[in-house]
């Protein structure tokens, strides 16, 4: 019994459950299913008898429209739901006449810049871009759906000069956003061309659910090149040189490090060797990330 139990227990007091939500499955039920869901298709004998039983006492209308699952081929398989998982959580969003979407998640906002890519319109550019940032609304009302993204959306559409795009974009966006059960706000275009949209926060977003922070880059989305580390290895010896009366210095490091002290920084490396007169090895790590290095004194 954990700590805090124990004080219940030994002060004499009775636990009680006060709330619990429903399960997953009956939550799908109870939340997302309207009048425009064709079919509720499931795999789980269990999920069956307890969505058509909830279904039956609050959406007698969906009670129809749930059907047990039972072929061979897996549900997720069948209807490409993991590879709908995997571009959910892609930072890309391919629009369908070549545009896209990049989604980028922080913890005070969300930013969403479209991109012509390679769309190139029949008349002219000022058509094209239109074209894409109208595409674009549609696009960015159902990843904030299906992300389920919320708090500060800031979207930085393509400009445009015309004023008759911005307002026919404007209103593109609060058509395809009053589609969402979620309390939004939008603002209109700001003096620096960019849409403020607000979202209620209704739960975790789907990466925050499905992912965790890198531990490689730190949730940063990138890491150093194997330059810079070889630049930070080079700086640790020099301190060590005058710290300590080693005999030599050995590198650990990965391979793309070691590569590049070998080829595009050999010159410096032996700039480094002449400087603190001590000789200096290599040796590779392949369990090393890219960032991680040693540099062990001999």
């Given at each position: ?101 990049i989604i980028d998640q922080t913890e005070a906002m969300t ?142 490091a990965s391979q793309p490090v070691i590569d590049m002290f ?37």
């Amino acid at each position: 019994m954990g700590g805090y139990q124990a004080q219940i227990a030994a002060l004499g007091l009775r636990q009680s459950l006060l709330y619990e939500d429903l399960p997953l499955a009956v939550r799908v039920l109870r939340d997302m299913v309207s009048d425009h869901t064709d079919r509720i298709i499931v795999d789980s004998t269990e999920n069956y008898g307890k969505m058509v039983e909830f279904a039956e006492q609050y959406v007698q209308s969906a009670v129809d429209k749930i059907e047990r699952y039972s072929g061979e081929r897996p549900l997720f398989e069948l209807h490409g739901i993991e590879n709908e998982i995997d571009k959910a959580l892609a930072r890309r969003v391919n629009l369908k006449f070549g545009g896209y979407l990049i989604i980028d998640q922080t913890e005070a906002m969300t930013t969403i810049d479209v991109n012509t890519g390679g769309f190139v319109g029949n008349r002219n550019f000022d058509e094209t871009i239109f074209k894409t940032n109208l595409e674009a609304t549609q696009s960015i009302a159902r990843q904030l759906r299906l992300r389920n993204l919320g708090g500060i959306i800031i979207v930085d559409f393509i400009d445009m000069d015309n004023d008759e795009h911005q307002t026919a974009v404007l209103a593109e966006l609060a058509k395809a956003l009053a589609r969402d059960r979620t309390r939004v706000t939008l603002n209109g275009f700001t003096s620096l061309g960019l849409v403020e949209i607000t979202r209620k926060r209704t739960r975790e977003s789907l990466a925050h659910v499905l992912c965790e922070p890198c531990p490689i880059c730190q949730g940063r989305g990138e890491i150093k090149t194997a330059q810079t580390v070889c630049y930070e290895i080079q700086r640790e010896i020099v301190r060590e040189a005058r710290q300590f009366d080693a005999k030599g210095f050995r590198i650990l490091a990965s391979q793309p490090v070691i590569d590049m002290f070998l080829d595009e920084e050999s010159q410096s490396l032996a700039m480094l060797v002449d400087f603190i007169g001590k000789p200096v090895s290599l040796s590779v790590e392949s369990t090393y990330p890219q960032e991680q290095f040693d540099v062990v004194l001999l």
